[in-house]
Every structure is written in structure tokens, then in C-alpha cells.
């Protein structure tokens, strides 16, 4: 009990005599570290988007950008429900949200590492002491139990700023991620949008082979009075009769693939192929007027989430670059324990059986065989790697957006003079068949006018349905109401300057 009385027995060193061997050795390292990734770099930046030529290919209109609710415009109610419950039960958002969950969990586990950990701890051991061994006398042969209870705590220096980056990384990791899960939002919505304009086209198409089946049977029925007349011959008849089962089997097959895009849209809204036959008629409408915004492709850049991604994993390479650098240098944990530890149970909670430890552990690496290094290499060529995926999926961006405005104006040329051929292939097919049954011209006459009247027809819903598509498929790619307003200081030093910069001076 004497010892209770001695402090100086169990005072913890003072912080400073427990640091100085440690910087001693810290600043040694530092300085001779430092040209360890001598000649290591990267000179890969990401693109400004003024570096490539496309005022002519977008030029200014004073459009606005898509909102959220951009397929509104056609004025289909049914369009906007579908939407609405594909963003409730898709398990392609499902997938896209579990990775956010998952990105999310590794920040968290990457922020835990630059907070101090303490745990606790109790054991208690039986042993029989050996007669044959340094045993003090009297107690070879004995049993005893040991009681030990500790609080510990250790922490991480982190002088280089190895966790703080990890967690910076893991961060970006998490705004890339979610980038990623407006991006398959994105995707979904102009999948539904796209195959529901598709099933309109089919429904249109339907129609006019619908009416095509009745002007063959008209045809068919003429040529069988006629042939009653002795005015036709039996080639003509049967001529009719393979149209007709010709116009049939047409329908027949629209039939077949309006089925198919409702079976495609239930898979799309994360239902049954039953889902899909409860959709009905599409009723959509012209849309809006197809004008650009202004400022492109700058604000084109927080605008599609696809490159929002690719700048963020652009920013979690940085700081996983100077997680690579910093593991040149040596780490630093400082721990500390508090405790109880006795022989028996009577003595374990009296002050004499306290215990106490504190002091730093360093670790330097000296020789690795190059391991570090080439972790640093692996490091560098990841982030070329995201900075030139970066570089692609703007020009790609950039493309998609001219590629649609620039078919929907070949379609617009290209419906004016459509419809104007098929007023006159519908006038003369009229012709051919009021002259016909007037016995004033041959069934071949009106077969051909029939022929050209059906392509015209074709012609016009497929121009009309496709320049809808192209419309749907702009408001994507302008991003389909998306907008991310956190990072346009991020944006900024990225355009800058990409190269990362070593958490120490080389």
C-alpha cells in the first residue's frame, strides 16, 4: 500500500518528451523522403469547354433549359404517370441508389479514420503456475487468476494529411455517385419517353395500314364486278386478293409489335408485362418550340449529370493522388492506456493495481522494393485515366446536343415537302379509283397510286413521330432539368488546374 503514495510511480511523461525522439525522427524522414516520387507526375488536365469550336453548331437562341418536368410540353397525362411511377418502383433506381448508400458508407468510414478511437476492455485469466520454471518460491504449483481491465485510446497524427485527403476522396466519391443516380434518372425517363413516342408511331402506323386494308378490299371488290362483266380476267382478281392478304398481314405484324413496346414499357416502369398492356393510346402533342439556350457548352457542364460525375471523379483522383504521395512519409499514432490489473479478485480495485501507458508509434518506410512507388504510378494513370473520361464525355455531350437540334431541323425541312407530296399522292390515289370504277383506267393505275399513297403516308408519321424522338432525345441531353449549383468553385480551380499538388513541398 506504500506504493499509493508515490507519484511519481505512476505520473504519465510529459506530451513534449514523448514527441521529441518522434519529430526527430519526423523531420529527418521529411527531408530525405521527399525525393522518393521524384519524377512521378502527371501534366493531364481537364478541357475548358471554350477550347472546342461549336458556336456554329449551337449557336445562341434564347431557349431555355429543360425543367424537371419537361415531357409536360406533349401534353399526355398518361406520359407524365408513367414517369412518375418509374421514379417510385424501378429497380434500376434501386441499383443506382444502393451505390450512393454505398459511396455514402465509405465516407463515413473514411471520415472515422481521422478521429481519435478509444476502447475498453476486460479479461480474466486462470493459470496454474509451473514448479519448473522462474516462479517465485512458494507459488510453483499454484493457481491464480489475473484480473485486468483497460481504457485505451489512440489517435493519428496525420502530419501529411493522408486521412484528410482519403476523406476528401471519399467525399467526391459520394457527389460522383450521385451524379450517377440523376444520370440512370435521366436515362430511364428518355427510355419511357422514347418507347411511348415509339408505341404512337406504331398506333399511327396502324391506322394508316388500316386504311390501306380498306382500299384494297375496295379494289378487290370492283375488280370483282368488273371480272362479272367479262372487263377483267382472273389475274387481276387474284392480284387483288394477294394485296389485300398483303395489307392484312401488315396490321397483323403492327399488331404484334404494338405489343411488344407495351411488354418494353412495363419492364421500363419496373413492372409485369401485364403493366404494359394497360397502357393506352398515346395522345401526345407537338411539343414546344425547339429553341437552344444561351451560354453553351459552359452551363452545359452543371447541366448533364454525366459530366458532373466525371468532374467529381476527376476531384476524388486529386486527393487520391496525395493519398498515394503522402504514404512516403512517416505515421504517427500516439496511444494511451489506463487500467486495472491484479492477481486474484480481492486487489483488483484498489489504486495499487493501476496501470498506465502512453507513448507514439512511428513508422518510416526505408526500403519497399519500389512498392510505393508504383502504388503512386497506379495512382497517376487512374487519374489520366479520369481526366481523359472527363475530356470524352464532354465532347460527347457536346455532340449529342448538335446532333439532335441538327435532325430535328433536317426533319422539319424534310416534313414541309412530305406533306406536300403526300396531299398530292392521296389526291391522285382518289383519281385513279373514281376512274377505275368509272372503267376509265387499269387496276394497275390504282395499284400504284395505292403504293405511293401508303410510303407518303408512312413517310409523314415516321418523319413526324422521329422528330418528336430527336425532341425527347434533346431534352436529355441538355440534361432533362438536372442542375448541380454546389460546385461551380470546384468547377472553377479545376479548370485551373488539374495536376495534383503534393501535400509536402518536393
Known amino acids: 500500500m506504500m506504493n499509493q503514495h508515490k507519484p511519481h510511480a505512476t505520473r504519465l511523461p510529459h506530451v513534449s518528451r514523448l514527441l521529441a525522439p518522434a519529430l526527430t525522427v519526423v523531420a529527418a524522414a521529411a527531408l530525405a523522403g521527399c525525393v522518393n516520387f521524384a519524377g512521378i507526375h502527371s501534366d493531364k488536365q481537364i478541357a475548358d469547354p471554350a477550347q472546342y469550336a461549336a458556336t456554329e453548331s449551337l449557336p445562341a437562341q434564347?431557349?431555355?433549359?429543360?425543367?424537371?418536368?419537361?415531357?409536360?410540353?406533349?401534353?399526355?397525362?398518361?406520359?407524365?404517370?408513367?414517369?412518375?411511377?418509374?421514379?417510385?418502383?424501378?429497380?434500376?433506381?434501386?441499383?443506382?441508389?444502393?451505390?450512393?448508400?454505398?459511396?455514402?458508407?465509405?465516407?463515413?468510414?473514411?471520415?472515422?479514420?481521422?478521429?481519435?478511437?478509444?476502447?475498453?476492455g476486460y479479461s480474466w485469466t486462470r493459470q496454474r503456475l509451473s514448479e519448473n520454471a522462474l516462479v517465485p518460491q512458494g507459488f510453483g504449483g499454484s493457481w491464480i487468476s489475473e484480473n485486468k481491465?483497460?481504457?485505451?485510446a489512440t489517435y493519428e497524427l496525420d502530419l501529411w494529411g493522408k486521412n484528410r485527403e482519403a476523406l476528401k476522396a471519399a467525399v467526391s466519391s459520394v457527389r460522383a455517385s450521385e451524379a450517377d443516380a440523376e444520370q440512370v434518372r435521366l436515362t430511364l425517363t428518355?427510355?419511357?419517353?422514347?418507347?411511348?413516342?415509339?408505341?404512337?408511331?406504331?398506333?399511327?402506323?396502324?391506322?394508316?395500314?388500316?386504311?390501306?386494308?380498306?382500299?384494297?378490299?375496295?379494289?378487290?371488290?370492283v375488280t370483282n364486278g368488273r371480272l362479272t362483266m367479262g372487263?377483267?380476267?382472273?389475274?387481276?382478281?387474284?392480284?387483288?386478293?394477294?394485296?389485300?392478304?398483303?395489307?392484312?398481314?401488315?396490321?397483323?405484324?403492327?399488331?404484334?409489335?404494338?405489343?411488344?413496346?407495351?411488354y418494353q414499357l412495363g419492364a421500363l416502369l419496373g413492372k409485369g408485362p401485364d403493366r404494359g398492356l394497360a397502357i393506352t393510346r398515346p395522345t401526345l402533342g407537338a411539343g414546344a418550340e425547339v429553341r437552344l439556350p444561351d451560354n453553351l457548352p459552359a452551363d452545359l457542364l452543371s447541366r448533364r449529370p454525366d459530366i458532373v460525375a466525371a468532374r467529381w471523379r476527376v476531384d476524388a483522383m486529386l486527393h487520391d493522388v496525395n493519398v498515394a504521395k503522402a504514404e512516403f512519409y512517416p505515421d504517427i499514432n500516439l496511444s494511451a492506456a489506463i487500467g486495472l490489473d491484479a492477481i486474484g479478485w480481492g486487489r483488483f480495485l484498489r489504486a495499487s493495481s493501476r496501470t498506465m501507458s502512453a507513448g507514439p508509434a512511428i513508422?518510416?518506410?526505408?526500403?519497399?522494393?519500389?512498392?510505393?512507388?508504383?502504388?503512386?504510378?497506379?495512382r497517376y494513370a487512374d487519374f489520366d485515366y479520369t481526366v481523359a473520361n472527363y475530356n470524352e464525355t464532354l465532347i460527347n455531350a457536346l455532340t449529342d446536343v448538335a446532333t439532335q437540334l441538327s435532325d430535328i431541323q433536317s426533319i422539319d425541312a424534310q416534313i414541309v415537302n412530305a406533306e406536300r407530296s403526300d396531299t398530292a399522292a392521296q389526291r391522285a390515289l382518289k383519281l385513279a379509283m373514281a376512274q377505275y370504277k368509272a372503267g376509265l383506267t387499269t387496276q394497275l393505275t390504282v395499284?400504284?397510286?395505292?403504293?405511293?399513297?401508303?410510303?407518303s403516308a408512312q413517310n409523314v408519321a415516321n418523319l413526324r413521330m422521329t422528330r418528336r424522338d430527336r425532341q425527347i432525345a434533346l431534352a436529355s441531353a441538355l440534361g432533362g432539368g438536372f442542375v448541380d449549383e454546389t460546385d461551380s468553385v470546384r468547377q472553377a480551380a479545376l479548370m485551373q488546374k488539374t495536376t495534383p499538388k503534393t501535400p509536402i513541398a518536393q
Not at 386478293?241 to 398483303?246: F, I, K, N, P, S
Not at 513508422?363 to 497506379?378: S, T
Open 190 to 221: 428518355n427510355a419511357i419517353a422514347r418507347a411511348y413516342n415509339e408505341l404512337a408511331r406504331l398506333y399511327t402506323l396502324h391506322d394508316i395500314a388500316a386504311d390501306e386494308v380498306v382500299q384494297r378490299r375496295d379494289v378487290l371488290r
Open 149 to 152: 481491465g483497460i481504457l485505451d
Open 363 to 378: 513508422h518510416l518506410p526505408i526500403f519497399d522494393g519500389g512498392a510505393l512507388r508504383a502504388q503512386l504510378k497506379g
Open 231 to 262: 372487263l377483267e380476267t382472273e389475274v387481276e382478281k387474284r392480284t387483288a386478293e394477294a394485296d389485300l392478304a398483303t395489307a392484312e398481314a401488315a396490321v397483323s405484324a403492327l399488331d404484334g409489335s404494338i405489343r411488344r413496346t407495351r
Open 62 to 120: 434564347q431557349g431555355r433549359w429543360p425543367a424537371a418536368d419537361w415531357a409536360d410540353q406533349f401534353g399526355d397525362a398518361q406520359l407524365k404517370a408513367l414517369l412518375d411511377e418509374a421514379m417510385q418502383g424501378s429497380p434500376t433506381l434501386d441499383i443506382a441508389r444502393a451505390r450512393v448508400a454505398a459511396a455514402r458508407a465509405l465516407s463515413e468510414s473514411a471520415n472515422a479514420n481521422t478521429l481519435p478511437r478509444v476502447g475498453a
Open 447 to 455: 395499284l400504284n397510286a395505292q403504293t405511293t399513297a401508303l410510303a
